[in-house]
């Protein structure tokens, strides 16, 4: 319409052509022309025309005018009838009605029960059920606003308010009905509508009677795709169907949606198409016939003749038609009497199943102050161009205030008005204007117009009981409720209110999407002047407004505002004076003023108050401080210190340290255990302070506080909910009991919500009254059932069966563990009680100990009580039981053992059993199983003493914090005998041993859920059609620390991961707070998470469509191809983890950290979570004391990965840098224990364990270098060395913190090249022995300080040095010698040389060792020398060492005699030993003291000649001939053994019968015979004794390369044994990596099966239940992996498991193998299983197979084991009346005879040989007859 002069010029008409030019058309076609004629006059006009009469040209051109005009007059209301068909628009989508928008401006309604017949089918079912229906869907799912449809008039009529209203039908019964099944043809476009959804496709309703049409999945899958959003076709969707294929007639028809298909259909002649079946929808080619001013007339279809109104030309070629000119058109309308069709040349409407656009909905509803008029036209309106440039139409009735004052020459081209658009016509694509001037005026036009707190004007309509009904304008109604008619409650307002009466409202709610309007009549509030409270985000604190209660109860008032935002009036909040009874003083409906005190705008909660006086405003500076007393918040979960300020009878009254705000800790939030809360509220006083104490909640400004360690453990650890919509069945959540009742018990959780576990959903056994079960207060774990959103209701359940955890063994032990932790922590309190004498002679005592106490009393029962100086103000009692055989007497004294201290009563209870108390100690090992005796039952454990030992070990009574109530004949007896599993092997503070009942494995808990229920029933997700790679917009939710939510639409809530926010998040900052609540947003989808799990799921996944969308605004996510998903190869997470690889960098967000196990839980991505250490979360050890102060949930952090955990679900990561402990890594440690004299053992990262020596804990020594350590202390080191799993560390700055110039005073010695003569050193002393004192500079490296250079006396004892150089003492010495060669250092302490005192005092008395009697002690000792040296000589001679020995003593003799004197001695002693053993073989003797003397050289020893020489002795020239020829004899002599040996060593290796000794004989056994698998396997276990793997796994390979190839079995052998080998000695991995080559080189089968049966030998049962699992998916067609897998289930007593083994059997083999699997079972059931279900088997299939003699032969041989002789009698007596062959009959009738003789009597065979004979008879008469 670009040009609309052109187009439709003014005045005049355009040139025609000549009649007689112009093609004769056919009759039909003139109709056409003529559809406003009367009827009289068109026969008239019919009969001239068949005459062939001409008029005149002039009269002719008249008429045609004339025709013209009212041929293109637009439709109106008036125009249309019933039968009309029409193509539409859906415009809006609600409930109950489809809003369609139809050509030039007009609007209809479809209901819900016009849609098709398979609609309101399922309507009507789900109205009778009154259950809503899966499938059905609502009318806004099916139906977007945009999309064209296919519609007929059903009926034209009025509404209440006297409006014209258009009802419409798109049932295909009513548009189609023109239609019958001969007149199908392909090509043909028809709309349809889902009726059905089929396994291969579609049903398709096409309105077509006897036709049935079927759409195929594949022709669907494109539309799905592109249009649908990927979801599946749902039943009532409308679609664009072409015909591909007619059957039978019309009867069978194919169709397709394919979306270019559609877009190219057009309608021909050959598709049959006439007057009387043509439909709105098709597209035509078409000839322009006319070009009138009012538009164009087009004749299509060779016959048919039709208009277009100016307003459906193409705007682009307006003012280009001609006449002749071929266009494409689509026919808008046909009319059901007069045939008249009405087509459109947009481009839009030219290619079928285009959606139209929608006007930006802020524009309706604009005033717009200068709109051009384009064109006008006298019958229809004018077209207008807004100030945008878009065009515009406003019909005559809306040009003016009233027909009179209209004025058609004011709309001449180019003239300007002033206007308002009030619609938008999709069908026409034009905005709708109106020129009215009250329009214009008006306030409000649409319901999107008024929001809460405006204030209208209105007329009253109607008063009903539910309210009054408020006119606002003529289009906008609104409702006053009852409640809201006046400030107070109107009994009887019909007096006060007429119909008719003018009234102002404000209006409270808005729903303009529903039409909805509440408003409110309530004075104070419509005049009111304060601020109006529209959102809870609005509400910020000290905010003044007005409001009305809706509720008054006990707990306070609930006051309400407008659009729907209330919040809480504590009961503490209404009133300077405390109000008992809220509900007495307010009223519902009440106007009040109130004060907003703290807002939760994410939870929607707001705190308010009544109290406005004690807060004057007037005064800026008190309005500060009443804010700022009201700052101090507390979050639940936060985590505080507290301080008793009052102990009260439900509980103590605490003080919060930090900021001094008061709270309530209620008594049983003191533990999880109920005996411990009372325990330590009885034994807490005011003044005490409490630590790690939660913040349970905080309602009515009043705090309760929480310190169940299992209740803050799943805060902290978010296994939590914080809203009623994030719970999803199935949920485990930590609670507490609030309430029990009679029918069920109530249990509340952190974040307030509350739910009922019913009567029956409390325990797996019968409750007979809830009270014996549960008690308020209580700890328990609960499970979702099911939820009641509309009442808010959540339905829970207790029982064992279905919240027991997979390890109950280790929950029970925790739970023993914490409770024993926590007497610990009464005893410590009980401790600090000085003015108590019971305190402090209760918390002396601990169980174990024995005490020496006197009889007090023996009571009649046979127990008796106690009494001591030790106990006094104790109640000391023991029962009958304990004591035993003794028969007591008051005052006489006894030797009693503690069992149990009863702190609440002041109660002991003690035993005089001998087995305890005289124990037999012994070494326990952890996780070990012992017999026990129960001695004590309290009521969280029982006392037991261990029947070996003696020992006493307490056990649980319960596993589950679930688990309360046992009946009489379940619970723990005194005497009655137990096994029990140790866990703890060292009393330590307890006094007791930790064990729990029962065997070590695992117990598992046999689940009650029914294997029918799956996942979907759990699931109460939003469907949705989102794919991977969808680009959605959204708006922001709520704001989270690690994720953002995000609305996409109504019901559809997305999720933004912290990762998926920016492509490079700067580390410390915080990436969700870039984001806003309100804030807009586009986004990527990349995957979606179950509800239930929270694990992502792949797109390919069946659940996909109901999962929570996760969604990136990355912007390289955003910028991509919409290929961007998660990396999700399916649902094993140890999948997601493998790109990740040690000493990657990753970015992560902090999620929290956990206290309990000391870590940081991160995320990564969406699907990738990682855990840090603690000790590898910084270098400081400050932050690690207190972690969760330093990281911040959302932070951002730079780590980097170290590993994975052993699930292989989360990463392990660090943020220091390291991944591994290499040589020179600078860590954190923890010590774990302190060794004096040699250093610490520090705990270090990845779960090793560091050494420091002593020498390495400072970089200056001092005499306590041990002092400043404890155990638990966090320290840095850095790694020294890491070899041979051994890891060595120092703690000196200089290593630790290289960069820090800090005075290095003791270098580190590392080797002997460190020390130079003549330095000063310091160090430890190490031992002190004959040799002198060994000190450590190091801890490689030592110096001998001999005795003459320790001090300058002499010492006549050596126990003197050990008095006064003890192990360990700090010196300085200094060093006299470093001989590099022998690794020796020469120290000395001497004063003269250190410049230090002397170690030894002088107030000793010691004499000085001068020079002079230093000499004399030396001749002394060279006399003894030449003694001992002759008398040496007289026998054989003394070796080279012994004179190196002595020389050297010589030169450094100390002057201590008698230590000389001793160790030539022993000397002279050892060498006589040696003459005496000359002719054994030397060797090297190790002594256990330190030897400096002899090196290696001292060693010259020849291999055959023992004789040393010795040239200084004169004897040996004497006979040196004579030894020559004893020599040479000597030798000859040797010769002759030697080849002796040789022989008798090849005898010996040729003896067939010898045994194998050395590695040499397996390397000669296998080269003669390399193929014998027996023989390497040997040798491999040769290897193996010596535990020498590598070799046995070397030994091992050669085999398999040595063995030929066609020794397929010997080859399995030896994978087999090497299999067993990794299983015994390698690890998982190395296993897994054989057992891979061992499937490539054999038959994979046999490979599987000796692997499952070595799992199994060693008891590896989870691992072959595991593989068997993988033989059964590879090798289900094989029989025998069947019967193997049942086999290792029977063994291990899993008799169910077999059975539902069975079941996957006879469905995986061939029908043919059925029989022989199922007796092959039964007979594994006689064995291992049940005798009685395997006859039942046996039974079954004979009574199938009754003619299977080879089963009944079988099942013989079994009963002959295991049943009885009646039985297998039985048996044969039904086998041998069975009708079988002759042949078979007689080998049972022999069998039957045999069993008779080995177990019948004489009568027995008589009987079997009487039934034998009977038979022949038989058998010989048939034959005769």
Aim: glycine letters at 6%; proline letters at 4%.
């Amino acid at each position: 319409m670009t040009s609309m002069e052109a187009n439709f010029p003014r005045g005049g008409t355009q040139k025609k052509p000549l009649q007689e030019q112009t093609p004769r058309r056919p009759i039909e076609q003139d109709n056409l022309f003529d559809t406003h004629h009367e009827e009289g006059s068109q026969k008239r006009k019919r009969i001239q025309e068949d005459q062939g009469k001409q008029k005149k040209l002039k009269t002719e051109k008249k008429e045609a005018v004339q025709a013209n005009a009212k041929d293109f007059e637009l439709p109106s209301v008036e125009t249309l009838s019933e039968g009309v068909l029409l193509l539409g628009c859906v415009k809006e989508s609600n409930d109950f009605e489809l809003v369609i928008s139809l050509p030039n401006g007009l609007i209809g309604f479809v209901q819900v029960t016009h849609i098709c017949d398979a609609y309101s089918k399922m309507l009507n079912e789900q109205v009778a059920t009154e259950e809503l229906l899966e499938d059905l869907n609502s009318l806004s799912d099916l139906y977007p606003p945009g999309m064209l449809v296919r519609c007929i008039v059903s009926s034209v009529g009025k509404t209440a308010g006297g409006h014209q209203s258009i009802k419409l039908s798109i049932n295909p019964k009513d548009v189609n009905q023109a239609l019958h099944t001969a007149g199908l043809r392909s090509g043909m476009l028809l709309s349809g509508l889902v009726s059905s959804v089929e396994d291969h496709g579609y049903l398709v309703d096409i309105g077509v009677s006897g036709a049935k049409a079927f759409l195929p999945r594949q022709k669907s899958q494109s539309y799905i795709k592109s249009a649908n959003k990927g979801a599946e076709l749902k039943i009532g969707q409308y679609l664009n169907c072409l015909i591909e294929e007619v059957k039978n007639n019309g009867r069978i028809v194919r169709l397709s949606i394919h979306l270019s298909e559609v877009a190219a259909a057009i309608a021909t002649e050959e598709q049959n198409w006439t007057l009387s079946n043509l439909l709105p929808g098709l597209v035509v080619k078409a000839q322009v016939q006319k070009v009138t001013p009012y538009g164009v007339t087009l004749s299509f279809l060779s016959s048919f003749s039709g208009v277009v109104d100016f307003m459906h030309l193409d705007p682009k070629k307006a003012g280009s038609y001609s006449q002749g000119q071929m266009v494409k058109a689509c026919i808008l309308s046909v009319h059901s009497t007069s045939k008249a069709v009405r087509l459109t040349l947009r481009q839009v409407f030219l290619q079928p199943g285009n959606m139209l656009g929608q006007l930006s909905s802020s524009r309706i509803g604009m005033v717009v102050e200068e709109a051009v008029v384009k064109s006008f036209h006298a019958k229809a309106g004018a077209i207008f161009e807004l100030d945008d440039g878009t065009l515009a139409f406003a019909r005559l009735k809306h040009l003016s205030d009233t027909k009179k004052s209209f004025k058609p020459g004011a709309f001449k081209m180019g003239s300007k008005h002033r206007c308002r658009i009030i619609d938008y016509s999709l069908m026409d694509e034009l905005a709708l204007l109106s020129l009215k001037r009250q329009i214009i005026a008006a306030r409000f036009l649409r319901y999107q117009d008024v929001c809460p707190g405006h204030v209208v004007q209105g007329r009253v309509l109607a008063l009903k009981p539910v309210g009054m009904q408020v006119k606002v304008t003529d289009h906008i109604r609104g409702l006053v409720p009852h409640l809201h008619l006046a400030d107070v409650l109107l009994k009887q307002p019909e007096k006060k209110y007429s119909v008719g009466d003018e009234v102002k409202c404000r209006v409270l709610i808005s729903h303009p999407e529903e039409k909805k309007l509440i408003l409110t009549l309530k004075k104070t509030l419509v005049t009111s002047k304060l601020p109006v409270l529209t959102s809870y985000e609005a509400a910020k604190p000290g905010l003044i407004t007005h409001g009305f209660i809706v509720c008054a109860r006990e707990f306070g008032c609930i006051v309400k505002f407008y659009n729907d935002v209330k919040g809480l009036v504590p009961k503490n909040e209404l009133s300077s004076e405390p109000i008992p009874s809220p509900e007495k003083v307010f009223y519902k409906g009440q106007v009040v003023k109130v004060l907003v005190l703290k807002s939760e705008p994410e939870q929607e909660k707001l705190l308010l108050s009544f109290k406005l006086m004690s807060r004057p405003l007037a005064e800026e500076g008190g309005e500060q401080t009443a804010k700022k007393s009201r700052e101090v918040t507390y979050e639940i979960g936060q985590m505080v210190d507290v301080k008793i300020l009052k102990k009260k009878d439900n509980g103590l009254d605490v003080s919060i340290l930090s900021d001094s705000v008061s709270a309530h800790l209620p008594t049983m939030h003191l533990s999880d255990h109920v005996l411990n809360c009372k325990l330590l509220y009885h034994w807490l006083q005011e003044g005490d302070v409490l630590h790690k104490v939660m913040c349970l909640s905080v309602k009515g400004g009043r705090i309760t506080l929480c310190r169940k360690p299992a209740v803050i453990s799943a805060v902290q650890e978010e296994h939590v909910v914080r809203s009623f919509s994030e719970l999803q069945p199935g949920m485990q959540l930590t609670g507490y009991v609030r309430n029990v009742m009679s029918y069920g018990v109530f249990v509340e959780f952190p974040f307030g919500l509350a739910g009922l576990a019913p009567k029956s959903a409390m325990s797996d056994k019968f409750v007979t009254d809830t009270k014996d079960h549960f008690e308020v207060g209580q700890t328990v774990i609960a499970k979702v059932t099911s939820m009641d959103e509309e009442k808010q209701r959540i339905l829970l359940c207790l029982k064992l069966s279905e919240v027991a955890s997979e390890d109950p063994v280790t929950e029970s032990f925790s739970l023993l563990r914490q409770c024993f932790e926590e007497l610990k922590e009464v005893r410590s309190t009980m401790s600090k009680r000085d003015f108590s004498k019971v305190a402090q002679n209760l918390c002396a005592l601990v169980p174990g100990q024995k005490l020496e106490l006197v009889v007090q009393e023996v009571k009649g029962d046979g127990s008796a009580f106690f009494n001591g100086s030790c106990v006094a103000g104790l109640t000391i009692r023991a029962t009958r039981y304990h004591l035993g055989d003794k028969s007591l007497v008051a005052g006489q004294k006894a030797r009693v053992l503690v069992l149990h201290i009863d702190a609440l009563k002041s109660e002991v209870h003690v035993s005089l059993r001998e087995e305890l108390l005289n124990p037999k100690p012994k070494r326990l090992v952890e996780n070990s199983q012992h017999p026990a005796v129960v001695q004590h039952v309290a009521e969280e454990f029982a006392i037991a003493s261990l029947v070996e030992t003696g020992q006493l070990t307490a056990i649980p009574v319960a596993s589950h914090f679930n688990d309360t109530f046992r009946f009489d004949s379940e619970k723990l007896k005194v005497g009655q005998a137990v096994s029990v599993t140790l866990k703890m092997v060292q009393p330590g503070d307890y006094g007791a041993l930790l064990a729990v009942q029962g065997p070590a494995k695992k117990r598992a808990f046999i689940r009650s859920q029914k294997e029918s229920e799956t996942v979907e029933e759990a699931l109460t997700a939003v469907k949705h059609s989102l794919c991977i790679g969808d680009v959605v917009t959204g708006m922001v939710k709520s704001v989270r620390p690690t994720h953002v939510t995000v609305a996409i639409d109504d019901k559809l809530t997305g999720s933004i991961h912290v990762s998926r926010i920016l492509d490079d998040v700067p580390i410390g900052t915080f990436a969700t707070s870039r984001l806003k609540a309100g804030q807009k947003v586009t986004a990527r989808v990349i995957g979606g998470r179950d509800v239930k799990t929270h694990r992502c799921l792949p797109i390919t996944h069946p659940h996909f469509t109901q999962t929570i969308p996760e969604l990136s605004i990355r912007p390289s996510d955003l910028k991509g191809d919409g290929s961007t998903a998660l990396s999700l190869p399916g649902d094993n997470p140890s999948k997601r983890l493998r790109p990740y690889k040690e000493g990657q960098m990753v970015t992560c967000f902090v999620k929290k950290y956990n206290t309990m196990k000391t870590w940081l839980e991160v995320e990564i991505t969406p699907e990738v979570r990682g855990r840090v250490p603690q000790l590898l979360l910084s270098l400081t050890p400050k932050v690690l004391k207190h972690p969760e102060k330093s990281f911040k949930n959302g932070q951002a952090l730079s780590a980097t990965v170290t590993g994975k955990d052993a699930s292989e679900t989360n990463l392990y990561l660090s943020l220091i840098g390291i991944h591994s402990l290499v040589e020179g890594t600078i860590t954190v440690g923890t010590v774990v224990k302190v060794t004096p004299h040699v250093g610490l053992t520090i705990a270090l990262p990845f779960g090793k364990s560091g050494k420091a020596s002593i020498f390495h804990l400072s970089d200056s020594y001092t005499e306590q270098p041990l002092e400043n350590f404890s155990i638990g202390k966090l320290v840095r080191c850095c790694v020294l060395c890491n070899e041979d799993k051994k890891i060595e560390v120092s703690l000196r700055q200089s290593r630790t913190n290289p960069k820090s110039k800090i005075k290095v005073e003791d270098p580190e010695i590392t080797c002997e090249e460190d020390v130079q003569e003549g330095q000063l050193v310091r160090g430890y002393v190490r031992s002190v022995n004959q040799s002198g004192v060994f000190f450590s500079l190091s801890s490689s490296v030592v110096g001998r300080i001999q005795f003459h250079n320790v001090v300058p006396f002499f010492i006549p004892k050596q126990s003197l040095y050990e008095q006064y150089v003890p192990e360990g003492k700090f010196l300085t010495a200094k060093v006299l010698s470093v001989n590099h060669k022998e690794k020796h250092i020469e120290l000395s302490l001497l004063p003269a040389d250190t410049g230090k005192p002397s170690i030894l005092p002088e107030s000793l008395g010691l004499p000085p060792c001068d020079a002079d009697k230093g000499k004399e002690k030396r001749e002394e000792f060279l006399k003894l020398k030449s003694k001992r040296k002759r008398k040496v000589s007289g026998g054989k001679q003394e070796g080279k060492p012994r004179k190196k020995r002595a020389r050297e003593t010589e030169e450094d003799d100390s002057g201590v005699e008698v230590y000389c004197r001793e160790e030539e001695e022993e000397e002279e002693k050892k060498g006589e030993s040696k003459e005496r053993k000359r002719a054994e073989a030397p060797r090297l003797q190790v002594s256990s003291g330190f030897t400096w003397d002899e090196g290696l050289s001292a060693l010259e020893v020849p291999v055959l000649n023992h004789q040393e020489e010795n040239s200084d002795s004169e004897e040996e020239e004497e006979t040196q001939t004579t030894r020559k020829k004893q020599m040479k004899k000597e030798k000859e002599q040797e010769k002759q053994r030697v080849e002796k040996e040789l022989s008798k060593i090849e005898a010996a290796l040729m003896d067939p019968s010898r045994q194998p000794q050395t590695a040499d004989d397996f390397d000669r056994l296998v080269l003669s015979n390399p193929s014998s698998s027996i023989l390497w396997l040997q040798y491999m276990a040769f290897h193996l004794q010596a535990t020498e793997i590598e070799k046995a796994r070397a030994v091992a390979e050669r085999a398999l390369k040595t063995i030929s190839f066609r020794e397929e079995q010997e080859k399995l052998n030896v994978w087999v044994a090497l299999l067993n080998l990794e299983n015994m000695y390698g690890t998982e991995e190395t296993l897994m990596k054989v057992f891979e080559r061992a499937a490539q080189y054999n038959e994979p089968l046999k490979v599987f099966q000796h692997l499952a049966d070595i799992y199994a030998s060693s008891e590896k049962y989870q691992e072959a239940d595991d593989l068997y699992n993988r033989m059964l998916k590879r090798f289900r067609q094989e029989k025998s992996v069947w019967l193997k897998y049942a086999t290792f289930l029977l063994k291990r007593g899993q008799i169910q498991a077999t059975h539902r083994l069975l079941e996957r059997a006879l469905k995986g083999l061939p029908d043919k193998e059925h029989v022989d699997v199922i007796s092959k079972f039964a007979q594994l059931e006689f064995h291992f299983g049940d005798p009685e279900h395997a006859k039942a088997i046996f039974e079954s299939t004979l009574s199938s197979y009754p003619k299977r003699t080879d089963i009944w032969s079988i099942y013989i041989d079994m009963m002959i084991k295991h049943g009885s002789q009646k039985e297998v009698r039985d048996i044969f007596e039904r086998v041998i009346h069975l009708s079988l062959a002759a042949k078979r009959m007689k080998f049972f009738f022999k069998r039957y005879l045999d069993y008779e003789k080995k177990y019948g009597t004489s009568e027995t065979i008589q009987a079997v040989k009487a039934a034998a004979l009977e038979y022949v008879e038989s058998k010989s008469s048939l034959a005769e007859s």
